[in-house]
């Protein structure tokens, strides 16, 4: 089963050829981050636009670089949900329009199936069933992960993000758009100890999470204080440390309730190096192991998509095929 995969949820353009039987063949990907820096965030519109010019370029290169012609693609995979509507249209319009020019089933995957799958497409990759923290710039999420399509919500953020909360402190201490990868860097440079945040949603029992607070708890301190690089970097340092560890503790929590042997780190933030660091250091006194999709595939890409495609044509399971795009769709449902 060789498939390609489109993706086109928000701000990159992503394509990739992904065979069953020889793993990934190739992966393309164009960023917008340069188009959108200028605004300080992603503009839906230009999103869209940008998605059109640069799709079938890419799809003519991942096939080039796969060696493939259409001929030897069994199926196209693309990104029906959740993410901007309009980019969700062009991918869903290009990936549907292809299948029929080729005579290709076609199957919309949702985009956070393409992150749960993603470690999948490493050499030592997890079985079924596994414990997935799913952190991203729209979404955390605890989810046990039973089989393909088989996914049970332990618990999700009730406000911000933690990405989206990275993103938000980012620009309060006037980093630059993408601010989570930015903050990140700061840190590293940052005092431990000197900035003590609030960790969220520890004090009680459950698996949600919280993450509205920290950004407020950042503002008060700068607001507190004159700022100068290094201050910077000390907040950093301490928002940080904040969200790793109640990401990591409410983790601990859940491997404790499903008794998983196995956690996956998806999503962009699982490119995080200190809660890389945090999650292994965790795991090692529990009989736990420990997946991380390569940083390439922790944020969004086509690779996660061809594969959930694959998977699903292979299984019989093409929900979403010709169903639309839609701009909201809860992870587990049709």
């Known amino acids: 089963m060789r498939v390609l995969g489109i993706e086109s949820s928000c701000d990159e353009t992503a394509v990739a050829v992904y065979d069953d039987a020889q793993g990934l063949l190739s992966h393309r990907l164009h960023s917008q981050i340069a188009m959108h820096q200028a605004y300080g965030g992603v503009v839906p519109e230009l999103a869209s636009r940008d998605h059109i010019r640069r799709l079938l370029p890419l799809v003519r290169e991942a096939l080039a670089a796969a060696a493939s012609d259409q001929s030897e693609i069994d199926g196209i995979a693309y990104t029906a949900g959740p993410g901007l509507i309009g980019a969700l249209l062009v991918g869903e319009g290009f990936a549907t329009g292809l299948g029929l020019a080729w005579n290709k089933p076609t199957v919309g995957i949702h985009h956070l199936e393409g992150h749960l799958l993603a470690p999948l497409l490493e050499p030592d990759a997890p079985a079924f069933p596994f414990l997935a923290l799913l952190v991203s710039g729209g979404h955390t999420q605890l989810v046990d992960v039973v089989a393909l399509g088989e996914y049970r919500i332990l618990g ?23 601010g989570g990868a930015a ?100 795991v090692a006194g529990m009989g736990v192991r420990l997946y991380f999709p390569r940083p390439e595939f922790c944020t969004d890409n086509g690779a996660m998509i061809a594969l959930a495609g694959a998977m699903r044509l292979a299984a019989g399971k093409q929900r979403r095929s010709g169903g639309g795009a839609r701009a909201n769709w809860e992870l587990g449902t049709d």
């Open 156 to 178: 999700e953020t009730l406000d911000d993000a933690a990405g989206e909360a990275f993103d938000k402190t980012a620009k309060l201490l006037g980093l630059p758009y993408p």
């Open 183 to 282: 903050l990140a860097r700061l840190a590293e440079s940052g005092r431990s100890g000197r900035f003590e945040f609030p960790r969220p949603m520890l004090d009680r029992p459950g698996l949600d999470f919280s993450f509205s607070g920290l950004k407020t708890a950042a503002l008060v301190a700068l607001r507190g204080h004159a700022m100068d690089e290094s201050g910077r970097a000390d907040i950093a340092r301490g928002f940080q440390e904040a969200v790793v560890d109640t990401l990591a503790e409410k983790c601990r929590r859940a491997l404790r309730a499903t008794a998983h042997a196995r956690l996956v780190i998806a999503g962009g933030v699982g490119a995080n190096r200190a809660l890389r660091q945090r999650l292994g250091e965790m």
